[in-house]
DNA sequence: AGCCAGGTTGCGG
DNA sequence: CCGCAACATGGC
């Protein structure tokens, strides 16, 4: 299948640090999991090239990319700001992923105070060990249930250290209480971010990567330690900074985190 | 060896 | 409400 982009750049979006799921081939050519299936994606020119096992619809790519969201619009409203128009023009193309909200929440529940690189490695290990096999030695991400029931000596394996017990009971509290995390981004944003934060592991910041990242809340602004420092340089109180951000794109101040991110682990800025 | 990594928790003030 | 130490683990 082939579709064609325009304002999308694979290799920046799939390198931001936002999903930990996909491998790099070779240069523009990733492959990994959507909707548990397996695709292989090469960006040539304006072109996407997507084989996938099994088939993929191309309306869950474009979900997934956000392929049809304003993104002039978006540059615009956030290249308001000097130093986001430096980086919108540098990194052109970047967008935020649509993901699996399970999915999501767990691997982002695994990267508190963590490395994007052991992160990978983790989700890696995990979905071999409790995945569903898709091909070859791809396997998918695992189900809620399975993970609750996972042996200690899997999840020691997957490196996952002390954060194995925020795994274990956040899927327990999931199972056990009924849980559909899909009802969570139908409500508002203070809503969904105190529902979030009920769950063990999930915090200010954690909680507002899974919304933006997989729930649509467009005006999430995760605040790691890149944000932080981003904000110390840029406000007098950190706090008023990010607050002041987020009231002043108009509901899209999750892209402009995603690009001074991207920008500053670049180090393109400093 | 020592510091850092897409932070959260549980404590004391 | 706030600040703060502890927390597993691998890479550099």
Redesign the pocket.
């Known amino acids: 299948m082939n579709i064609i982009v325009k304002d999308f750049n694979l290799a920046y979006t799939l390198e931001?640090?936002?999903c930990f799921n996909f491998k790099k081939e070779r240069e523009n050519k990733y492959f990994g999991i959507i909707k548990d299936k397996f695709v292989i994606i090469e960006q040539i020119g304006d072109v996407l090239q997507i084989e996938s096992t099994p088939k993929i619809r191309e309306e869950d790519i474009r979900e997934y990319f956000n392929l049809d969201i304003d993104y002039t619009k978006i540059l615009e409203i956030i290249s308001r700001d000097s130093k986001l128009k430096k980086l919108t023009e540098k990194y052109r193309g970047l967008r935020v992923i649509n993901q699996d909200e399970y999915e999501c929440m767990f691997s982002?529940?695994i990267?508190?105070?963590?490395?994007?690189?052991?992160?990978k490695?983790s989700i890696e290990i995990l979905s071999k060990k409790l995945g569903a096999h898709i091909l070859g030695d791809i396997y998918s991400f695992p189900r809620i249930e399975i993970l609750k029931n996972a042996s200690l000596d899997i999840l020691?394996d997957a490196?996952?250290?002390?954060?194995d017990?925020?795994v274990i009971n956040s899927a327990k509290k999931i199972i056990d209480e009924n849980i559909n995390i899909y009802d969570i981004k139908k409500l508002d944003y203070d809503t969904a971010k105190k529902k979030l934060?009920e769950?063990?592991?999930?915090?200010?910041?954690?909680?507002?990567?899974i919304m933006l990242?997989s729930m649509n809340f467009h005006n999430a602004?995760?605040?790691?330690?890149?944000?932080?420092r981003y904000l110390k340089g840029e406000f007098k109180n950190t706090?008023e900074g990010k607050i002041s951000i987020q009231n002043s794109f108009e509901g899209f101040a999750g892209w402009a985190?995603?690009f001074i991110?991207?920008g500053l682990?670049d180090k393109f800025l400093d």
């Open positions: 931001s640090g936002q982002y529940i990267s508190s105070f963590n490395s994007v690189t052991k992160i490695m020691k490196k996952l250290g002390y954060r017990r925020f934060k769950f063990d592991g999930i915090g200010d910041k954690v909680s507002e990567c990242y602004f995760p605040e790691d330690v890149w944000i932080n706090r985190q995603l991110y991207t682990r």
